[in-house]
């Protein structure tokens, strides 16, 4: 197991475990992993129940694997031509993780939060909570990590620059919390300086 989900409490591994079936499409794997460790920096300096944030971050994009991978690439991306399907990943993600969670026997009054969260993740601009303000900031980090630039500029046949410009001027709009807008800045730094 990787080493982020590794330094886990048991029962958020458990919870892993049970999602990772449903991660093995659309590169969601190392997309979940890399999220857990923005969510894991952001709890660090932002209000935010880990109870909440952790399992969210974990199945929020569970849903994905109930659509074909063609149909998932017009769903999301700088210019989507199918957004609605954005709607449906965040729908059957909610149902999935709720499915998850009380197979786990997870508190209820915490699955209501963290499915909530999920169905809306995407779609949904303004958030509920701390806690999805640190679930959407983590989830977009990935955006500006090194491994989720190169899939997504992979995914979105776009030049490289052009991409950086596009990502540079949706720190502001995007972030919701200090430290995530933080984390971005600091990050399209480096990617500025990456290789390509
Ligand atoms: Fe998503
Ligand atoms: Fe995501």
């Known amino acids: 197991m990787n080493s982020v989900i590794l330094r886990l409490n048991p029962v958020y591994q458990k919870i892993y475990k049970r999602a990772k079936p449903f991660l093995q499409t659309r590169k969601n794997v190392i997309h979940t992993q890399i999220a857990l460790r923005y969510a894991l920096k952001l709890l660090k300096k932002e209000e935010g129940d880990e109870g909440i944030v952790i399992p969210a971050i974990l199945l929020h994009d569970v849903g994905w694997k109930a659509l074909p991978e063609p149909l998932q690439l017009t769903a999301?991306?700088?210019?989507?031509?199918?957004?609605?399907?954005?709607?449906?990943?965040?729908?059957?993600?909610?149902?999935?993780?709720?499915?998850?969670?009380?197979?786990?026997?997870?508190?209820?009054?915490?699955?209501?939060?963290?499915?909530?969260?999920?169905?809306?993740?995407?779609?949904?601009?303004?958030?509920?909570?701390?806690?999805?303000?640190?679930?959407?900031?983590?989830?977009?980090?990935?955006r500006y990590s090194r491994k989720g630039m190169a899939i997504d500029l992979d995914r979105f046949h776009m030049p490289r620059r052009d991409y950086l410009i596009f990502l540079e001027a949706s720190i502001e709009p995007w972030f919701l919390t200090p430290t995530g807008m933080g984390l971005a800045k600091k990050e399209i730094l480096l990617r500025k300086r990456d290789k390509p």
């Open 76 to 142: 999301f991306g700088p210019n989507p031509s199918n957004p609605n399907l954005t709607r449906l990943h965040e729908r059957e993600g909610a149902r999935i993780a709720k499915s998850i969670l009380e197979k786990l026997h997870y508190p209820s009054q915490k699955i209501e939060e963290i499915c909530q969260i999920i169905n809306g993740h995407d779609s949904r601009k303004r958030p509920l909570s701390w806690n999805d303000r640190v679930v959407k900031d983590a989830d977009k980090l990935w």
